[in-house]
């Protein structure tokens, strides 16, 4: 029994040699005779010890009615071996009831395994009028009413003209307008034309197809083409130089046919002269 009471004794001497102790308190700092609804209420509570702290003191918040917690700021400091730990605590009034004194919630820090409790001070409300005053500052933090929030459009605006933009450039590239004139140019009209040949499919449609765009290679450079023509119609800066040498090629195999008795039908053939016409439909409607 004596065993066991000496270690009792022994074990409360080496807790109590190596508790930390903590020396707390808590002061309004702004302070004054009566606080109205929608008042900010600042609070600094101060911890001091003797060795370094070996973690931030952290507030256990709890919801109190009446006042809300809407901030806080802390940091350390250190003199003639005494370490401070100070934290700035911010609340909003809230009441709605009569003017009387309030107590600040209970502060609770949980600093590494331990929990240190801060009674903190008393505060009057004063209610001075039934107005509609009362209930501005609900939801503010400086005494300041908030103002309405604009929602700006304008990135709304931009993205429904790119999409018009975007439609309008398809509708243009789909649609044939026969009074729009570049729209319904020579080279148009020679691809609406063919394609409809196509679908026949057989020889007669395609020598048809063949003149058709001839023609309207003729009406877009202003006369007859031929092989030797094509280099000078169609420079470097022109728009129709990507396809130069298809249309050069077309010119040459298209006199040949003109002019001799052999046909030179395939399938494959009419294949190209549908795809070429509609490469020069898209290069004449370029904006």
Same mark, same amino acid.
């Given at each position: ?29 702004? #302070? ?21 702290? $070996?973690?931030?003191?952290?507030? #256990? ?23 401070? @730990? ?7 009034? @809230? ?29 009057? @409300? ?14 503010? $933090? ?10 700006? !459009?304008?990135? $709304?605006?931009?993205?429904?003209? #790119? ?7 398809? $509708? ?6 026969? &009074? ?6 020579? /080279? ?10 196509? !679908? ?20 877009? &450079? ?10 000078? #119609? ?6 129709? /130089? ?7 090629? @077309? ?28 490469? *020069? ?5 370029? *904006?």
């Amino acid at each position: 029994m004596i065993r066991i009471l000496l270690f009792i004794i022994t074990s409360f001497i080496c807790i109590h040699a190596y508790a930390t102790e903590y020396n707390a308190e808590s002061n309004i700092i702004n #302070l004054k005779h009566g606080y109205q609804l929608g008042d900010l209420l600042v609070v600094e509570d101060q911890i001091t010890i003797k060795e370094p702290f $070996l973690g931030t003191p952290k507030l #256990l918040t709890k919801k109190t009615s009446g006042i809300r917690l809407v901030g806080q700021e802390s940091y350390n400091a250190s003199n003639d071996g005494a370490y401070t @730990f100070f934290n700035t605590i911010t609340y909003q009034i @809230f009441h709605r009831s009569e003017g009387k004194k309030y107590a600040l919630p209970t502060h609770t820090y949980k600093i590494g395994n331990d929990e240190l409790e801060i009674l903190t001070k008393s505060y009057w @409300f004063s209610r001075i009028a039934s107005s509609d005053l009362n209930d501005v500052l609900l939801n503010s $933090l400086g005494q300041v009413k908030p103002s309405s929030i604009n929602h700006s !459009r304008q990135a $709304l605006y931009l993205l429904l003209a #790119l999409s018009l933009s975007a439609l309008l450039v398809l $509708l243009y590239k789909k649609m044939d307008l026969s &009074f729009v004139s570049r729209m319904y140019g020579p /080279f148009t009209k020679a691809s609406k034309k063919i394609k409809s040949l196509h !679908r026949l499919g057989n020889e007669e449609s395609y020598d048809e197809s063949v003149l058709i765009l001839l023609d309207s290679c003729n009406k877009t &450079f202003g006369q007859n083409m031929n092989g030797s023509s094509v280099d000078k #119609l169609v420079p470097n800066n022109s728009k129709y /130089f990507t396809v130069k040498y298809e249309i050069k090629a @077309f010119v040459d195999l298209t006199n040949d046919e003109i002019y001799s008795s052999e046909s030179y039908y395939s399938p494959s053939r009419f294949d190209k002269i549908l795809y070429l016409s509609q490469e *020069l439909k898209a290069i004449e409607r370029k *904006l």
